[in-house]
């Protein structure tokens, strides 16, 4: 009978845990914290020696390196985890000391060989080491970080802003954008970290002295009471030994104090490293190294001062200035040539073809000041208006379910001072004065006392209102007017304009990146509606017909299913939209609905939809009504008439009719009441109370 082969069992070794980088750091930490409580043998404790300094070693040159302090994010974390290390190596080299009155090579070779076998320079030595970690490089370090930590966190919301207004000027995407505030937080958190991190160096130097002044002390008593040594031959081991493992650890602790220093110090160079900037730096004033050579050759000529060191150094000095004079000229000589080439090349006259084809470009959307209005968009003269853009194309996402392309903002010296227009590709759809030092006052109906003002129009939606001066603005408050500054008249005409326009600025490209973020999250529905049902182009109108009137296609998962459903069925978008906004019932009655969730609307006759449903006529482009103008006249004019109650108490302008008769009857109304919403019986979700306020009867 035949025996099935054994499994192999794969081996763990070090290449998977080089593949898992987060359970190899775990390991490590944990066998810090073992080192920390069980002894080590003097084999183990020179190779983790010589690992600590081969670390600090490579993280100072790594400070070296960098171009960028936030390229390093990981310092703070690395500089606990090393402070870590250092301060159980230390515990582990005072339990071999005091125990075995030895602690391994390594150790022994700082005692020895560092301090020429003299315990007092390695005394000194020690102590040197001490001073300069802890009052110099630890101290200047802390200092600094808590100025960078600061400055960075106080520049946080102005480099926001900044981003913001290149954000809206067209300049950036927005996928930049959202890497630009990205750098921002990581800068203002890896320096609110390091303002810690440095605290870690100052207390491992406090540790490394203290732990210096237990081992001597107590090594001295233990070797004369427990280990039967004389008390010189005690203070020359244990003295020896202790110098060497403070030397073992101040000398990492100071690459890694250094180190520190280094990168919160370092400024923002997006080209060179350290060593490049010191050179090119150091080699730009020329003159100031010819001088250093001459006064060092001045010193090695006077008498009693030695002339060999201060000439070399001098001879050194005098041929870098001489190199960098040579090579400035050389950068002059070419910036020379390439300045005359660029003049050569803006002397070149532009073709006629390059400038027809630049007339060619076309912004989506655009607003035009007036040169009184341009203040409204300069941040630096107290104008809000991009920032107010931008909430509006935010607020555009969350309500529509798309982000509106980018407004350009831009002056117009040809509009009067006061105007400004607003623009869909190239288009004007809107134009309005405002007067810049005044406040517009509406009438809300709670009015008690008129006030004296210029009276004008809302442009956003027709209301009667006043422009009044900055003195008359808290009485008009006070009288119960609603007041809004210049830039929010703009910004609300601009918003209600893209509510009405969405539709059109829903393009295929746009399209496509709605339905590749959809795909991401659900891709099954996506690969099976485009292009096997649909093409781009039939998702689109379907899109555009429900944003025209004004429904949310951010429930984009809901529209997509409903397409796979019943695009199969027919070909005629229009006939989509209905049964996408069927199953949108409830995102189309949500804001439409008042507090007690009732909606209140104007039904239309049966009579009047009879007459529709016959009027209905077939066509190579789909179904179509062909209404006389006098008959739409006059059904216009009775919509107008059954919707003036709602309009008067302040609710929305709703008809409802059957699902037949519902997008013939929104083509007969949406060019004389373009804020008139249409709905038919299946859009009106279940749990929403219906109150009819009237007929449309024709």
């Known amino acids: 009978m035949a025996v099935a082969p054994a499994t192999r069992v794969p081996s763990t070794s070090i290449w998977s845990l080089a593949r898992s980088p987060d359970i190899a750091l775990a390991i490590c930490v944990v066998g810090v914290l073992v080192v920390l409580i069980i002894p080590i043998p003097k084999v183990l404790m020179d190779l983790l020696l010589t690992l ?26 690395l500089l606990l985890i090393l402070t870590l290390f250092r301060l159980s190596l230390n515990v582990a080299s005072t339990r071999l000391i005091l125990a075995q009155a030895d602690a391994g090579s390594v150790i022994r070779a700082f005692g020895t060989f560092v301090t020429y076998g003299n315990i007092f320079v390695g005394i000194v030595i020690f102590i040197i080491l ?7 490089i630890t101290r200047g370090a802390t200092r600094i970080s808590e100025v960078a930590a600061r400055f960075t966190l106080d520049a946080m919301p102005g480099k926001q802003m900044g981003v913001d207004s290149d954000l809206n000027a067209g300049l950036i995407t ?96 997006e080209e060179n490293s350290l060593g490049a900037d010191f050179t090119i730096q150091f080699s730009r004033y020329p003159r100031a190294l010819g001088v250093a050579a001459g006064l060092l050759a001045l010193f090695g000529i006077v008498p009693g001062m030695p002339f060999g060191p201060f000439i070399m150094v001098a001879l050194v000095l005098g041929f870098i200035a001489y190199m960098s004079v040579q090579v400035q000229r050389e950068k002059e000589v070419k910036a020379k040539q390439e300045e005359e080439i660029s003049k050569k090349a803006k002397e070149k006259p532009e073709s ?32 809000d208006l991009l920032s107010r ?8 996402a969350v309500q529509m379910g798309f982000v509106v392309p980018v407004v350009r903002i831009v002056d117009n010296l040809l509009l009067k001072p006061n105007q400004y227009c607003i623009k869909i590709r190239e288009a004007t759809v809107g134009s309005y004065e405002i007067l810049p030092d005044h406040y517009l006052a509406m009438n809300p109906g709670i009015v008690d006392e008129n006030i004296q003002g210029i009276e004008t129009t809302e442009p956003a939606f027709g209301l009667p209102a006043l422009w ?22 703009l910004a609300t005409h601009l918003s209600e304009i893209l509510s009405t326009h969405a539709g059109e600025l829903l393009t295929r490209e746009e399209v ?29 109108k379907v899109l555009q017909n429900l944003l025209r009137e004004r429904v949310s296609i951010r429930n984009l998962e809901v529209i997509c299913e409903v397409l796979c459903d019943y695009g199969p069925r027919t070909k005629d978008t229009d006939v989509l939209t209905e049964y996408v906004r069927h199953a949108l019932a409830r995102t189309i009655c949500a804001p439409l609905v008042d507090e007690n969730n009732k909606l209140r609307i104007v039904t239309l006759s049966p009579s009047l939809e009879q007459e529709i449903l016959d009027a209905v006529k077939r066509g190579e482009g789909g179904e179509y009504i062909p209404v006389s103008p006098q008959r739409s006249q006059q059904i216009c004019e009775n919509t107008a008439k059954a919707i003036q109650r709602l309009v008067l108490e302040g609710y929305e302008p709703i008809v409802v009719c059957t699902a037949n008769v519902r997008r013939f009857l929104y083509r007969i109304l949406e060019r004389k009441l373009p804020k008139i919403r249409v709905l038919s019986y299946n859009e009106i979700d279940s749990s929403v109370k219906v109150e009819i306020e009237g007929q449309i009867e024709v």
């Open 352 to 383: 006629p073809t390059e400038r027809a084809e630049a007339l060619l470009t076309i912004d989506p959307i655009k607003v035009e000041l007036g040169f009184a209005l341009i203040k409204l968009a300069d941040r630096s003269q107290g104008g």
């Open 130 to 136: 001490v001073v300069i970690q802890f009052v110099v």
């Open 468 to 489: 009044v001066t900055a003195s008359q603005k808290e009485q008009a408050e006070s009288a119960g007017y609603t007041v809004v500054e210049p830039s929010a008249v």
């Open 174 to 269: 927005e996928e930049q954008a959202r890497q630009r505030r990205r750098d921002i937080e990581r800068e203002a958190d890896f320096y609110g970290a390091m303002d810690g991190a440095t605290k870690f160096v100052r207390g491992d130097a406090i540790a490394g002295l203290i732990i210096t002044i237990v081992n001597i002390s107590v090594g001295l008593v233990m070797g004369v009471l427990m280990n039967g040594m004389s008390l010189a031959d005690a203070a020359r081991i244990y003295t020896q030994l202790t110098i060497g493992d403070g030397l073992v650890s101040q000398i990492p602790a100071l690459m890694i104090s250094t180190a520190a220093g280094l990168v919160v110090t370092r400024t923002v160079s």
């Open 52 to 77: 600590n300094i081969s670390l600090s070693v490579v993280v100072l040159l790594s400070s070296m390196y960098l171009q960028r302090a936030v390229d390093f994010s990981i310092f703070p974390s």
């Open 512 to 540: 496509q990146r709605l339905l590749k973020r959809l795909k991401q999250t659900s891709p099954t529905v996506v690969d099976e509606l485009v292009p096997n049902i649909l093409s781009y182009g039939e998702v689109q």
């Open 389 to 396: 853009v931008q909430k509006i194309r935010e607020q555009m």
